[in-house]
Structure formats: structure tokens, C-alpha cells
């Protein structure tokens, strides 16, 4: 299943650089058709997140008041989430949907690396500064840039730091966001993961700020991230 999701990902991507004639472009508009593919799926997440946030106070004084009687701070949660009509699962199955296409996306990239061996992108081409720091800049979208890792890096710590929560302990959700950032960033290094990869994620989580900013704007979703 993952393999067939993959290798549809990869005609995909073959058929708008046909079409652009640059991978680089390609993988860009690919991210922004992902994310129109996404966009309904993603806002009910966030907007799910964004109601249990709203009502987040309400429910901590529920817990406070019956301490003592789980059961019933069981209880008189779910009315008070009945009430405001939230539902603390709407935020699930949006991920469910989302993650298959995601790893389709990244194993369709890795497996069929040698696509972008001659596809350059931007400041990703061979060139004096890249023959001068050759272990820090790519000569191709196969290649590892460390500009390119460190950009993905600010669009994901941006990307947490947006994304509403639910405990009560918010200093808790941004020392996660940094270790989030420098876990993955480190692994895109460490593992030699390709320009191509990181350059699809990186439009992907940049557009979905821009979907995160534009949810968490709207009244019923007015909250503070």
C-alpha cells in the first residue's frame, strides 16, 4: 500500500518537472498540491486543537473541583465538552489520514534519489562556495546542505510553537518545540537525507504556518499559542 502511495508520489513529481523542466520547482509545486490535498484534513486538526485550548481553563477548574472523584471530573468534562460542542477526538483522525501520505511522499524521495543528482535549486548547484565548504553546502537535490536543514529547523520550531495545546504547562510544549527542531534537524544531518526531501518539507511546513495563522485568527479559534 505504501509502496503503490510512493509510486504514484514519484509520477507525480516526474510529470510537474516535465512540465516546469527543474526538480527544484517541482518538488515546490508538489508541496503546495499536498497541501491543497491536506488543507481540509489539517484545519480540522488544529482547529480541534484550538477549541480543547479555549476551553482548556474550564476544564482545569473541573479537575481542581473534583480531585477527589475522578470519575466524576470524567463525567462533568465531557458535558462541559458537549457543551461548547468540542470534541477531544475531532483532532485524530485528520493526523490518521495525513501520516500515510507523508511517509508515502518521504520514501517515494528516498528510494528514487538519483532523480536529483543533476537537479539544482536556488543556491544548491555546483559552484565556487560549494567547492570551497563541499561538507556544509549540496552540489545537487541529492546532496546534504546545511542551509537547507537549518531553514526546515526554523519552519518546524515556528510551526510547534503555533500549534495550540492542551496542558496546562505551556513552557513544557516549547522546550518540546526546540527539542523537536534540533532532534530532527540532526537526524536530516546526520543521515545524509537529501536537499530534495528537505526542500519539500520545508515549503510544506511553511505553507502550514501560514494555514495555522489564518485558523488561529478567526474568533472561534482565538487563542494563545
Known sequence: ML??????????????????HSYGLAIVLFAVLMKLVLYYPTKQQYQAMADMQRIQPELQKIQEQYKSDPQLSQQKQMEMMRQHNVNPMAGCLPMLIQMPILFAIWRAIMMDQHLFENAYFMWIHPGPLQALFPDYLASSLAGRDLPMILFYGLTMYLSQRLTPTQSSQPNQQKQLAVWMTVLFSWMMWTYNWPCALILYWSVFSLLTIVQQSMILRTPQAAVTA
Open 3 to 20: 509502496d503503490a502511495l510512493a509510486h504514484v508520489m514519484i509520477t507525480v513529481l516526474r510529470s510537474l518537472e516535465a512540465l516546469t
